[in-house]
């Protein structure tokens, strides 16, 4: 696995920022070879690529859950709101897309938890950065964020990336923690009971 820095060009606000990137390049047999779909899908175009793996709603939102470290099917079912079908047919695309592994836990009967592989937690920049944009332009000043993470690193808020807020360095998954709302977390338990009471 190598990493490469690569430059950025600086950012226009009141002033110019300077910033770096980390690529990871995957191992060979990490890497889609050749796209997969139709006709239309046989591009080289990176984002076409990329979309035709992770470009609908229910995709984004496992993949989500994964991110909270919410590992069980039902977990996964209650906090996106899909129904299990749904889940079921993006869990088996994206473990066939080399995102996620299953792992037993139950034997009697058989159950899996899901986890995500080195290529699904290198889609982590690409969450935190829907979640920036989301936070920035899909939401009212006063609904507030619904996340707060803080840096391990430096201990102190990460704000919205793609640098800690706080001390300037490249965040990354496992470098931070992360703590919902009061009303975000409001939102989700009444997802999960709702779901509870549905079952």
Known sequence: ???????????????????????????????????????????????????????DRWSVLVLRELFARNHRFEEIQAYTGATPQMIAARLKKLEADGLVTRRAYSERPLRHEYHLTEKGTAFFPVMFALRAWGETWCKSPRDGLSMNYTHLACGQPAGLGPLCQSCGEPLHWADMSAARTPKYQKERDARWEAFKARR
């Open 1 to 55: 696995m190598g990493r490469v820095e690569m430059p950025v060009a600086p950012t226009v606000m009141t002033a110019y920022i300077t910033m770096k990137f980390i690529v990871t390049i995957p191992d060979e047999e990490n890497v889609m070879r050749k796209p997969k779909g139709s006709a239309e899908d046989q591009t080289l175009c990176p984002v076409a690529r990329a979309e035709n793996v992770v470009g």
